[in-house]
């Protein structure tokens, strides 16, 4: 949040007036901390951890090792000083403005939000949580305010891994291509169809990204209420603008497009259609059951996910969405 003091500087560039504000500029530094978090943890791999990071709950999950961490932070950073990478970032940090200043600096958590919605997960089979929570400590990008509480969806096998084996190609990877349903019924608001899917992965960010979300659908379900699913794959969106769609009805399928590192569904819901200025609201999913390997397996009727669980839905009054020819469950 303090790097947001780093706006103050931008009127220094467009007149000599405000030359004072520049050495504002600074503060936009502050912005790298996570890398600086990341790269402490890869350099401390291997070592002792303290009790917090053995607790870790994905850490039975194929993150890919200190290699792929390695390559994820270096593409993190050179990434940045791609143009359209680093306008997003601006703009990103612009929109905590009118965020915190519609809700009077009084955020959205799960203790003040109650939403008009019932959520089911956006996928049918099971899959995996490796990023996001309700919680600060696992969430995933708590000081990014639209994505404060925002999940990312990946299949996983018995032995953790999200791949065949081979970090190679998209297709390699085993959510990739699978079918993304509406979460609710809705009216279709924005869609993106167009952009590529990156070829390469293990920890590589395409540098010719020309949005950071790829392909996208982004749904209205109530006033304040908007599911976005993201990074999906190039021609794979099946809906148009202005459409209304129900509730397990397939969008799109899981792809590798925008700022991802490997094939994954990036979800969340926000309370405003724009992305920049829509605050993350944390979403609770209705008939579920999770599992993690220290814990055993419970259903819900209606829970908050988190990073490590396997989580797969249990309302069966809804068609599937998978084709005959594929599956979403875990290969085990």
Known sequence: M????????????LSPVFGPLRPFVWFFLLGLWPFVGLLGSILRGGGDTDPAEQADPTDWIDMGGRGTHVRAVVSMLLVQLQPVVFVTG????????????RHRGRLP???????EVDYRLPFDGEWTVVNGSPDRAHSHSWGILTQRYAHDFVITDEQGQSHTGDRGGPDQYFCFGEPIVAPADG???????????????SGWLDPLQWSI??????IKHADGEYSLSAHLQKGSVTVDVGEAVDRGQPIGACGNSGNTTEPHLHFHIQDHPNFFIGAGLPVAFDSLTTSHPRTTETHHDRSYIHAGQRVRRTDRDEPDSR??????????
């Open 2 to 13: 303090l790097s947001m003091l780093g706006l103050l500087s931008l009127p220094s560039y």
């Open 90 to 101: 601006i703009a990103q940090l612009l929109g905590h403005v009118p965020i915190l200043l």
């Open 109 to 115: 958590s799960p203790d003040s939000h109650d939403g």
């Open 187 to 201: 009216v279709v608001v924005g869609t993106r169809n167009r952009h590529r899917d990156y070829h390469r992965t």
């Open 213 to 218: 979300l790829g392909n996208y659908v982004l």
């Open 323 to 332: 084709p005959a020819s594929r599956t979403t469950e875990s290969p085990v």
